[in-house]
């Protein structure tokens, strides 16, 4: 029979579209904010002289963001065209605002971890020289890549959120947090792997600080009534539950295996693995609540009518 | 109309925006419907009831327009005293004649002239070449001293026959019989008339949902009569308007491509009724009758005088011997039916797709496999010229590709866009269309290929003495030749020779009046005189609306004359005055002493409303100033015709020949007039009284998409027309997708005694179940698009299909038939023809069974 | 930064840039007079050489082509509405069928020719990352197919689900609103294509007038939900470049009841974003303030 398309949907089809992006999408978040947090690490070590934490940092910031840019070119539809994000800067389009985070950071961050080849470089000679010219503009520069680091890590959050895909739009003031935590997760969860235990103490730190923000924002996402629905159901679901139980035992393992290198390089993978998850459960659910009508017309209608009751009511 | 006309429909949409009331009468919920005011559901092949119920309703509530009636139609014309009507003679009128299954028709004459009355065998010969109508259209003669009686009392009388006859058709009658609600059917009865009148008309537009029936022409003869009654006809937004199909398909009635008629309806001569040239100009003309047709000897000699030029002379009858005779029945069903008998051995196919859009499928192709050669000429490779290696025959193994001896050549054909010419539409208005494109690679006009064909032919034949090539061979062939390869025939030639020129000057005809009947004048189609008037193709003529008056007349050119409106005297009341300052048309200036108004008037210019001829004058003379209907021989509009149809004088309501219903008015069931080819490759679905209608216990009814074109070559073939209906469905309701274990989108398969075919089911609630004297009627709907050639393909509708005809024009019945619906795919290869078999053996036509065209009441067969 | 962000309420292409812009055009498909022939959607691939769509039969009445689409500009929506109440004609006795057909209103077939809206605020413009997307000066909104990277922003950014991205092409298209033929001063092709002119093209403040006094007149008339959806300014996109009169809700022919533009909550997207970073600033702070292990 043809279907009585009931008062809400024309036969059920999506009212917005669910976003075409593939799986680059969500790998593209995780590993700009693996950057991000990493060249946090970084700094941080810099500063307070823990060398091996700020080679594992510049180096995974700049690994991350390499990977993060061949993400986000490989899901372009005309990949060739990248450059011409590079036309215009548009403060209306997180995406134009991000590609310019993401040129600035990668100004910095490759500096930053090109210094770490200075011990390498022959003492004498014009390499010698650039031995030791590398170390003071690499300090330079990762100072400039941590600035940006928490605009990369965040803006992604925009992004999403900058949409018609309910869940995402619905969820803006908390998917910020869950992105800096994650960030912070993984960069940590880097630097637990690439330092030995001596050195991981600021980094078993900011995993905890990053896993506490990444769990509680996950929490409020998932909270949200109908509209974090599709976070709980289905893929999406799962992703983020299996993420959550990652997170909890990268945390645990941080925090009671700081004596152990091996059981810090675990903790650290399963942060990884736990952000890793976050993502593509944020993406999932996102773009489960687009294909659904449900999650488009009915917080719509809920809004009018309370439009309406405030109008009737003044 | 939404769905198939929706450019013209927009005018309806027009109208419904300045208030006009738009009702939609259909078996099903279209997209016309969905915009209508009103939509009434029903039965397919009731509208005769529905139609008599809303005369019994004009005549019984004195709702016609009296004035109009008396003066402009045959209502108080008295009738023979031996009529007998279907209400007396349950389903038959007088003078029915078993043996030739046709009507006497001196009974149905007005007093006094029962001996001009067709005899049955007469008019059961003139089924066999559709001839009856043609009669209509010249009118039987009539004397002055037929009876009269104004104040309509006579029993006799028109009017009160008319009312007779249709006091059945009670509101409870159109329920029971159409499963039409009465208060819906009233509603339209009350729209209908209070739209007609003095101040208001109303239009009647009808198309093939109307015409292919048994009885289709009575279908419009219900409508016509409605509108004469209300005084709908010669007024400015009246009339009953066939919706047309193909282009020109007005045109290719009017320059006929049927066989029974030349140009300009004159009729084709038949070998025995028409043995010399005066025997046929008399039949067409009617020495001594009153009417325009009476001058039909120049228009013939001018025709012929086209046709073969200085070859044509008095002596030689002006080549009457040279033009082909009818023998009988050439209908294309009898020539589909003759191929598979081996009596003709090749065929043209010029811009038609059998194999798909005619009734019974298979014996079309059957049929065209069985020829020695056939041309198609197509825009693109149909199924009726691939059906030799991958028709459903293949598959059951009727047709084997090696074994088909049929020599099939495709030649590719010009569309409209790519080639110059004219089309003729509903209105009889010519419009020229430029070329737009060249064709592409090898394909051809139709004017090319049959200049060249004919000039090839003639080459060949050129020495030839045989009489028989002498027709060939005298032909005018003359036409210019131009376009980028030099040889186009000119279309402007063409179409100053169908208009008509002096023959010693050339100088163009600028009416038929001007048509002489010695020889002085050629021109190819009488009607179309004047449409290059001046030597200036007036077809092409384009002046917006807003430049000239409503009527524009200067768009394009109507026939005759350039006249709009026919019998537009009808729009001025007996003295001349329009019937009413709104609905001003054509009137009498009695101080110019002449007709005039917005149109052409459809009159003699200088004929006063007071002229009354005298007691012997004939032809045009003998048309009276307030005659308005100046063929008929009468000048009325007839209610009630006495002659011409083969079927009866009065519409009546006769059940499909395939119906599940058994005919609740009289014992006769269907058409008893009808034309059937019974033969056992055309057997049809039993019907009440019959035993086993049971076996094929539902109504299908199929008819148009608009995302698609007919038989679906220039649709199925185009991908933004494929994509929007990809797939052929049926629509059933959701009452019987549970009675038959339907499911939505699943497959479904349908029978009847020819065949099965499959379609994917769309349960909707836009069918809908009827009542039908207290059971229930379930109707599906099938769309008859669909063929094995194209984008999208699938089971051809036309299949299910058996040929039975309307007697008068002998269009096949492919509106509603008898079948079963069941769930899923249908067999395949010879699985298929036993699955067919074990229904027909169910339903008792195992062997040479067939309804009697009389019906007995006991179970016949 | 709302206000600039959504600036040029009244006139977008002036506010684009345009100096001297042709009064604001679009559409007002009228749902009332459509006869779902779907000439809007054939004109439209004609003109554009849109490609097809696939030939899948879809089981949603006469619609087969399921929504707008990189290959469908102009998508006719049908819905089947049966009377209410439904009553079961082969088992209901004969005075109960009647006094349904009585009692309830008709069987409705709701059609509707779907296109891009050319929002005021569209959504789609304002985050195309690459200036592919632009407001033209005759304020509709256009994705210039030479510059387009395919990155797919524009599409879950819409808000009525218009803009797609084609298989295969990787660029995203959607209805142009025939920029070419306005340049030359045509009607678009789908507009002049409708017979029953449920598309009207137009200047759109007339054509608000217009739509107004027919929703008037269909009230006077008793179709008494007859409503326009798109027309009013005040709307979370600022209104729409073509609006539509409605017979049902929004919803029920596939549209979103509220549509609102995402630029509308970007500034307070961007302050959470940036308390969030704040917070992570300190974290990392914080994680390296602890101490020396
Ligand atoms: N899109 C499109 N347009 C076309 C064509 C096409 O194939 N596609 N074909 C052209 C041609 S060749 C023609 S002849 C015209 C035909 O134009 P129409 O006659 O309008 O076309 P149909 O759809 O065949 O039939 C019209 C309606 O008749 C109904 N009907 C069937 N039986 C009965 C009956 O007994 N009584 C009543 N009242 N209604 C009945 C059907 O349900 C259908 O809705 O269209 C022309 N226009
Ligand atoms: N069951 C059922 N059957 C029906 C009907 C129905 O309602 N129900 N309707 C009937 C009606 S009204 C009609 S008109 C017929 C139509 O039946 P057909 O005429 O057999 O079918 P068409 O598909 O219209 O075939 C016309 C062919 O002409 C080709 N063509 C187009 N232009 C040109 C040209 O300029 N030159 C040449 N040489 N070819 C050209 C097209 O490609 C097409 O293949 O079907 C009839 N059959
Ligand atoms: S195809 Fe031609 S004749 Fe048919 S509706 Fe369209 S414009 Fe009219
Ligand atoms: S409807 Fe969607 S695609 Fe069209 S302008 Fe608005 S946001 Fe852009
Ligand atoms: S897909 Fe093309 S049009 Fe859409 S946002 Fe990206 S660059 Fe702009
Ligand atoms: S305006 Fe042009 S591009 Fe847009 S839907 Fe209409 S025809 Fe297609
Ligand atoms: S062309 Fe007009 S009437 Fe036809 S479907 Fe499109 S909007 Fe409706
Ligand atoms: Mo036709």
């Known amino acids: 029979m043809v279907p009585a398309a009931d008062f809400r949907s024309y036969y059920g089809r999506p009212v917005v579209k669910p976003p075409v992006w593939k799986r680059d999408i969500p790998a593209y978040l995780f590993t700009g904010g693996l950057a991000a947090g990493s060249a946090l690490l970084a700094?941080?070590?810099?500063?307070?002289?823990?060398?091996?934490?700020?080679?594992?940092?510049?180096?995974?910031?700049?690994?991350?963001?390499?990977?993060?840019?061949?993400?986000?070119?490989?899901?372009?539809?005309?990949?060739?065209?990248?450059?011409?994000?590079?036309?215009?800067?548009?403060?209306?389009?997180?995406?134009?605002?991000?590609?310019?985070?993401?040129?600035?950071?990668?100004?910095?961050?490759?500096?930053?971890?090109?210094?770490?080849?200075?011990?390498?470089?022959?003492?004498?000679?014009?390499?010698?020289?650039?031995?030791?010219?590398?170390?003071?503009?690499?300090?330079?520069?990762?100072?400039?890549?941590?600035?940006?680091?928490?605009?990369?890590?965040?803006?992604?959050?925009?992004?999403?959120?900058?949409?018609?895909?309910p869940s995402w739009r619905a969820a803006y003031p908390h998917l910020p947090v869950v992105f800096a935590g994650s960030a912070l997760a993984s960069g940590a969860g880097a630097g637990l792997i690439g330092t030995p235990v001596a050195q991981a103490g600021p980094a078993r730190r900011m995993a905890v600080c990053g896993a506490a923000l990444e769990l509680y924002g996950a929490h409020q996402v998932e909270s949200q009534g109908l509209l974090g629905e599709p976070y709980r159901q289905g893929r999406a679901g799962r992703l983020l539950r299996a993420g959550r139980a990652l997170t909890a035992a990268g945390l645990a393992g941080a925090v009671l295996g700081r004596h152990s290198r091996v059981a810090s390089a675990l903790s650290g993978a399963s942060l990884l693995a736990a952000s890793v998850l976050t993502r593509f459960g944020i993406f999932e659910g996102g773009v489960a609540s687009a294909k659904d009508p449900k999650y488009t017309v009915v917080p719509q209608r809920e809004r009018l009518a309370r439009r309406q009751a405030a109008a009737d009511g003044s | 109309?939404?769905?198939?006309?929706?450019?013209?429909?927009?005018?309806?949409?027009?109208?419904?925006?300045?208030?006009?009331?738009?009702?939609?009468?259909?078996?099903?919920?279209?997209?016309?419907?969905?915009?209508?005011?009103?939509?009434?559901?029903?039965?397919?092949?009731?509208?005769?009831?529905?139609?008599?119920?809303?005369?019994?309703?004009?005549?019984?509530?004195?709702?016609?327009?009296?004035?109009?009636?008396?003066?402009?139609?045959?209502?108080?014309?008295?009738?023979?005293?031996?009529?007998?009507?279907?209400?007396?003679?349950?389903?038959?009128?007088s003078g029915y004649d078993p043996e030739h299954g046709a009507y006497d028709q001196s009974s149905w004459m007005y007093a006094g002239r029962e001996h001009e009355g067709r005899q049955a065998e007469q008019s059961g010969q003139e089924r066999e070449t559709a001839a009856g109508l043609r009669a209509e259209s010249h009118g039987p003669p009539i004397g002055h001293d037929t009876e009269k009686d104004p104040t309509l009392a006579h029993p006799r009388c028109v009017y009160q026959v008319l009312k007779r006859h249709y006091a059945r058709y009670t509101p409870e009658v159109v329920e029971r019989l159409c499963g039409v609600p009465t208060s819906d059917f009233l509603r339209v009865c009350e729209a209908w008339t209070a739209n007609s009148g003095r101040e208001r008309t109303s239009a009647l537009v009808y198309s093939v949902g109307w015409t292919q029936h048994s009885v289709g022409v009575q279908y419009i003869r219900a409508g016509a009569i409605i509108q004469l009654l209300l005084g709908n006809m010669g007024r400015p937004g009246g009339g009953?308007?066939?919706?047309?199909?193909?282009?020109?398909?007005?045109?290719?009635?009017?320059?006929?491509?049927?066989?029974?008629?030349?140009?300009?309806?004159?009729?084709?001569?038949?070998?025995?009724?028409?043995?010399?040239?005066?025997?046929?100009?008399?039949?067409?003309?009617?020495?001594?009758?009153?009417?325009?047709?009476?001058?039909?000897?120049?228009?013939?000699?001018?025709?012929?005088?086209?046709?073969?030029?200085?070859?044509?002379?008095?002596?030689?009858?002006?080549?009457?011997?040279?033009?082909?005779?009818?023998?009988?029945?050439?209908?294309?069903?009898?020539?589909?039916?003759?191929?598979?008998?081996?009596?003709?051995?090749?065929?043209?196919?010029?811009?038609?797709?059998?194999?798909?859009?005619?009734?019974?499928?298979?014996?079309?192709?059957?049929?065209?496999?069985?020829?020695?050669?056939?041309?198609?000429?197509?825009?693109?490779?149909?199924?009726?010229?691939?059906?030799?290696?991958?028709?459903?025959?293949?598959?059951?193994?009727?047709?084997?590709?090696?074994?088909?001896g049929t020599e099939v050549f495709f030649l590719p054909a010009a569309s409209h866009v790519e080639k110059e010419g004219t089309f003729t539409q509903t209105q009889r208005l010519l419009q020229w269309r430029e070329k737009a494109v060249d064709p592409p690679g090898d394909c051809r006009s139709e004017l090319w290929f049959m200049y060249h064909l004919g000039r090839r032919i003639r080459d060949r034949l050129a020495s030839s003495t045989a009489p028989r090539d002498q027709a060939i061979l005298r032909l005018t062939w003359d036409y210019r030749l131009h376009g980028e390869r030099g040889d186009e025939p000119s279309a402007e030639d063409v179409l100053r020779e169908i208009n008509g020129y002096e023959v010693d000057t050339g100088t163009p005809l600028s009416s038929y009046t001007q048509m002489k009947a010695d020889g002085s004048t050629a021109g190819g189609c009488w009607i179309y005189t004047g449409v290059y008037a001046d030597g200036v193709n007036q077809a092409a003529r384009r002046k917006p609306g807003g430049e000239q008056?409503?009527?524009?007349?200067?768009?394009?050119?109507?026939?005759?004359?350039n006249r709009r409106a026919l019998y537009n005297r009808a729009s001025a009341d007996p003295d001349g005055k329009p019937w009413s300052e709104r609905k001003k048309y054509v009137w009498w200036d009695p101080e110019a002493g002449s007709w005039t108004g917005h149109d052409v008037p459809d009159f003699e210019k200088g004929k006063d409303p007071s002229y009354r001829?005298?007691?012997?004058?004939?032809?045009?003379?003998?048309?009276?100033?307030?005659?308005?209907?100046?063929?008929?021989?009468?000048?009325?509009?007839?209610?009630?015709?006495?002659?011409?149809?083969?079927?009866?004088?009065?519409?009546?309501?006769?059940?499909?020949?395939?119906?599940?219903?058994?005919?609740?008015?009289?014992?006769?069931?269907?058409?008893?007039?009808?034309?059937?080819?019974?033969?056992?490759?055309?057997?049809?679905?039993?019907?009440?009284?019959?035993?086993?209608?049971?076996?094929?216990?539902?109504?299908?009814?199929?008819?148009?998409?608009?995302?698609?074109?007919?038989?679906?070559?220039?649709?199925?073939?185009?991908?933004?027309?494929?994509?929007?209906?990809?797939?052929?469905?049926?629509?059933?309701?959701?009452?019987?997708?549970?009675?038959?274990?339907?499911?939505?989108?699943?497959?479904?398969?349908?029978?009847?005694?020819?065949?099965?075919?499959?379609?994917?089911?769309?349960?909707?609630?836009?069918?809908?179940?009827?009542?039908?004297?207290?059971?229930?009627?379930?109707?599906?709907?099938?769309?008859?698009?669909?063929?094995?050639?194209?984008?999208?393909t699938g089971d051809s509708v036309n299949d299910l299909i058996g040929i039975a005809l309307d007697p008068n024009v002998l269009i096949q019945e492919s509106k509603v038939g008898t079948c079963d619906i069941r769930p899923g795919r249908r067999p395949t290869g010879v699985e298929l023809l036993a699955y067919v078999e074990a229904y027909r053996k169910r339903a008792g036509m195992s062997g040479d069974r067939y309804a009697s065209m009389l019906t007995k009441d006991e179970h016949d067969g | 930064m709302t206000d600039d962000l959504l600036d040029g309420l009244s006139d977008p292409a002036r506010a684009a840039g345009w100096a001297d812009a042709p009064p604001r055009v679009g559409f007002f498909t009228d749902t009332s007079v459509c006869?779902?022939?779907?000439?809007?959607?054939?004109?439209?691939?004609?003109?554009?050489?849109?490609?097809?769509?696939?030939?899948?039969?879809?089981?949603?009445?006469?619609?087969?082509?399921?929504?707008?689409?990189?290959?469908?500009?102009?998508?006719?929506?049908?819905?089947?509405?049966?009377?209410?109440?439904?009553?079961?004609?082969?088992?209901?006795?004969?005075?109960?069928?009647?006094?349904?057909?009585?009692?309830?209103?008709?069987?409705?077939?709701?059609?509707?020719?779907?296109?891009?809206?050319?929002?005021?605020?569209?959504?789609?413009?304002?985050?195309?990352?690459?200036?592919a997307l632009f407001r033209t000066e005759f304020s509709t909104v256009v994705v210039q197919e030479d510059i387009c990277n395919g990155c797919g922003y524009c599409i879950p950014a819409c808000p009525y689900g218009v803009i797609d991205q084609r298989a295969g092409d990787g660029r995203a298209w959607k209805c142009t609103m025939c920029y070419d033929r306005l340049g030359d001063g045509l009607s678009p092709a789908c507009a002049t294509a409708c017979p029953t002119e449920s598309i009207q093209f137009g200047e759109l403040s007339r054509l608000r007038e217009k739509a107004e006094r027919r929703v008037a007149t269909l009230r006077e008339q008793g179709v008494s939900r007859a409503h326009l959806y798109g027309a009013d300014p005040d709307d979370g996109v600022g209104g729409d470049g073509a609006f539509f009169l409605l017979l049902d809700d929004p919803e029920v022919y596939g549209l979103p009841p509220d549509p609102v533009v995402g630029t509308r909550d970007l500034p307070a997207m961007w302050k959470r974003a940036g308390l969030a970073a704040l917070a992570m600033a300190a974290a990392a702070v914080v994680s390296f303030a602890g101490g020396r292990r």
């Open chain 2, 240 to 404: 009953v308007m066939a919706l047309r199909g193909h282009a020109s398909i007005q045109g290719s009635t009017d320059i006929p491509t049927l066989f029974n008629l030349l140009p300009g309806y004159l009729q084709m001569p038949h070998h025995r009724q028409h043995p010399t040239f005066d025997k046929w100009v008399d039949a067409l003309r009617h020495p001594g009758q009153k009417g325009f047709w009476s001058d039909a000897r120049a228009y013939a000699i001018s025709l012929l005088k086209a046709y073969w030029g200085e070859a044509a002379t008095a002596d030689n009858d002006f080549g009457y011997g040279w033009l082909p005779r009818l023998t009988g029945d050439h209908g294309t069903y009898r020539q589909v039916l003759d191929m598979i008998d081996g009596k003709i051995k090749g065929y043209f196919l010029l811009g038609q797709n059998p194999a798909v859009g005619s009734a019974h499928g298979r014996a079309q192709r059957l049929g065209m496999a069985n020829l020695d050669w056939l041309v198609v000429r197509d825009l693109f490779m149909t199924e009726s010229a691939t059906f030799w290696k991958d028709g459903p025959e293949i598959a059951t193994g009727e047709i084997v590709t090696e074994q088909c």
């Open chain 2, 1 to 93: 109309m939404a769905e198939a006309h929706p450019v013209g429909f927009q005018w309806v949409m027009e109208a419904k925006s300045r208030g006009a009331t738009v009702i939609h009468v259909d078996p099903r919920y279209t997209r016309t419907s969905a915009v209508a005011d009103m939509y009434v559901p029903v039965r397919a092949g009731a509208d005769i009831a529905f139609l008599g119920g809303v005369i019994n309703y004009i005549l019984s509530n004195e709702k016609d327009f009296r004035e109009y009636v008396l003066a402009y139609t045959n209502a108080s014309t008295v009738l023979s005293e031996d009529f007998q009507d279907t209400e007396d003679l349950d389903g038959l009128f």
């Open chain 2, 549 to 561: 008056s409503w009527v524009a007349p200067e768009w394009g050119w109507a026939w005759p004359s």
């Open chain 1, 43 to 165: 700094a941080g070590a810099q500063f307070t002289g823990r060398p091996a934490l700020r080679r594992t940092g510049r180096v995974s910031a700049l690994g991350a963001l390499a990977a993060s840019t061949y993400f986000l070119i490989n899901d372009l539809g005309r990949p060739e065209r990248f450059h011409h994000m590079l036309r215009v800067a548009k403060p209306t389009s997180p995406m134009s605002t991000g590609t310019w985070i993401l040129a600035g950071f990668g100004a910095t961050a490759g500096p930053a971890a090109l210094a770490e080849v200075a011990p390498l470089l022959p003492e004498r000679g014009p390499l010698g020289l650039l031995r030791r010219a590398l170390p003071p503009l690499g300090a330079t520069a990762g100072i400039g890549a941590a600035a940006l680091a928490p605009a990369l890590a965040t803006y992604t959050a925009v992004l999403l959120s900058d949409t018609a895909t």
């Open chain 2, 613 to 792: 001829p005298d007691a012997d004058a004939t032809g045009v003379d003998a048309i009276a100033g307030d005659d308005p209907f100046i063929m008929q021989g009468d000048g009325k509009g007839w209610l009630y015709v006495p002659s011409g149809l083969i079927d009866g004088p009065l519409p009546t309501h006769y059940e499909p020949v395939e119906s599940t219903v058994r005919n609740p008015l009289y014992t006769q069931q269907a058409n008893p007039t009808r034309k059937v080819y019974d033969r056992s490759d055309n057997q049809l679905n039993p019907s009440p009284p019959q035993q086993h209608a049971e076996v094929f216990p539902y109504v299908f009814c199929t008819s148009r998409l608009t995302e698609h074109h007919t038989a679906g070559g220039m649709s199925r073939t185009l991908a933004y027309l494929s994509e929007l209906q990809p797939h052929m469905f049926v629509e059933v309701s959701p009452a019987l997708a549970a009675e038959r274990g339907l499911e939505h989108l699943g497959w479904a398969h349908v029978v009847t005694a020819r065949a099965a075919i499959e379609a994917r089911v769309m349960i909707t609630s836009r069918l809908r179940p009827l009542r039908i004297d207290d059971r229930i009627v379930h109707q599906i709907w099938l769309p008859y698009h669909w063929g094995g050639q194209g984008l999208v």
């Open chain 3, 35 to 131: 006869i779902g022939c779907k000439a809007c959607e054939v004109a439209c691939k004609e003109w554009n050489a849109v490609p097809d769509d696939g030939f899948d039969l879809l089981g949603t009445s006469y619609d087969n082509t399921g929504g707008l689409s990189a290959n469908s500009w102009r998508h006719v929506a049908f819905v089947e509405q049966p009377a209410l109440p439904p009553v079961d004609p082969v088992s209901a006795p004969v005075d109960a069928l009647a006094a349904a057909a009585e009692a309830t209103p008709d069987f409705r077939w709701l059609m509707m020719s779907d296109v891009c809206k050319h929002c005021t605020h569209a959504g789609c413009l304002d985050v195309c990352p690459t200036g």
